[in-house]
């Protein structure tokens, strides 16, 4: 795998996971979590194999099946069995890998909530004498969205005392260092606040923009010489803004795709593969693509919309400048965003500088007509879609 050294966070962690002791682990991402996890379970594993060993939650479909291309490289010479458990995946399938009794069960916790609420015992009993629980992103797990299906899974799997329970992220929260008073011999490495949130290496930028011209600023940005050639991620809140933006630069021939929760698990894959192949050099994606995804070829981050939480924002810009690579971001601030910005700025300790390479008059010139019309065109096209996708629904209801 290429890896002489050990990161900070393994030569912290792994020694003290292989004593027994659970572990809450923090570290800016990009800087070898999963192995720090991944390495010492494999390690006991070995010494006493059995199935299932490991569960490890985690809070998206794509981190799930990075994670498992992580343990099949690291455990290619033990012959390790494992299954990945998330949504928009065939479920009789995932309940017929589950009855194999994998070494290590890699899941979301919504669909591994469905199969122990309907799978049988069958597909669930290997979960109750699971020697590790890791929950990797556990700041997000622990949010309130996950909270049911999250006691669902614990509440079949091996109690805390016989278990250890790994925690990892890149933002320790308060909700994570609550559960510290839960678990036994606990260990607990956090590279202070100030030095986890932001890359060094990473160039932040802000353009103030009225909200209805975005996207022709978006392009200006994306299409400038200098930038022509990047690869690059725009983050937007919301699954129709990735949609309209992606058929706006397909218009205009720039290599892009998506990433979202509107689209099938096999149109996220695919995406996801597109742009690691560098054959897409744009992607537009929602919060999913913002944690953990090791995109190593990412040189720009947009936030084209401002999430409303500066702990996203951190996880977004993460993407790039990872492992002492250089990388820039770039925030569109209109009128609304100026309490979230201010917000941002206090939490990760610095004040953005203003972009200066996309002018107002630049915008007006070279893309503002033709962002219009491709715009307005994706729009209706997605409303067609809708509709048409409404109607074969009615024809199916018989309404």
């Not at 455990?75 to 017929?96: K, T, Y």
């Not at 720009?300 to 996880?315: G, K, L, W």
Request: proline share 4%; charged share 25%.
């Amino acid at each position: 795998m290429a890896i002489r050294r050990p990161s900070q966070i393994q030569i912290a962690c792994i020694p003290q996971i292989l004593k027994g002791r659970d572990c809450i682990g923090g570290a800016r991402t990009g800087s070898g979590k999963t192995i720090a996890f991944a390495a010492p379970i494999l390690q006991k594993l070995s010494e006493d194999p059995f199935g299932v060993f490991a569960v490890v939650m985690t809070p998206t479909r794509e981190l799930a099946l990075q994670i498992s291309e992580q343990f099949a490289a690291l455990g290619a010479s033990m012959n390790l069995r494992q299954a990945v458990i998330v949504g928009g995946m065939d479920m009789i399938a995932q309940a017929l890998a589950l009855q194999k009794r994998p070494h290590v069960v890699i899941a979301t916790p919504g669909r591994l909530a469905d199969h122990i609420r309907s799978s049988g015992e069958e597909a669930i009993a290997g979960l109750r004498r699971v020697k590790f629980l890791v929950m990797d992103e556990a700041d997000r797990l622990l949010t309130p969205g996950f909270a049911e299906d999250l006691e669902e899974c614990m509440n079949v799997m091996a109690k805390a005392k016989t278990r250890q329970t790994l925690l990892f992220s890149a933002t320790i929260t308060q909700s994570v260092m609550q559960l510290k008073e839960s678990f036994r011999h606990i260990f607990v490495h956090e590279v202070p606040s100030n030095s986890i949130s932001i890359p060094a290496t990473l160039d932040q930028t802000y353009l103030f923009i009225p909200t209805h011209v975005r996207e022709a600023y978006l392009v200006s940005l994306l299409t400038l010489p200098i930038n022509e050639k990047k690869s690059a991620i725009v983050f937007v809140n919301r699954a129709t803004t990735a949609e309209v933006l992606k058929r706006i630069f397909r218009s205009m021939d720039v290599r892009v795709t998506s990433l979202h929760s509107q689209i099938s698990q096999r149109e996220r894959i695919d995406s996801l593969g597109r742009f690691r192949a560098e054959a897409a050099r744009v992607l537009v994606a929602t919060d999913v693509a913002s944690r953990g995804l090791d995109i190593p070829v990412v040189q720009m981050v947009v936030n084209f919309d401002i999430p409303a939480d500066p702990d996203d924002y951190i996880h977004r810009v993460g993407r790039t400048a990872r492992a002492g690579r250089t990388g820039e971001s770039i925030a569109f601030v209109t009128e609304h965003d100026i309490n979230r910005i201010k917000a941002i700025e206090e939490r990760v300790g610095k004040v953005m500088t203003k972009y200066e390479l996309v002018t107002e008059s630049m915008v007006i010139r070279d893309s503002l007509q033709q962002t219009s019309n491709a715009k307005r065109e994706a729009l209706m096209d997605l409303e067609r879609e809708n509709s048409g996708s409404l109607s074969k629904k009615r024809r199916f209801d018989g309404r």
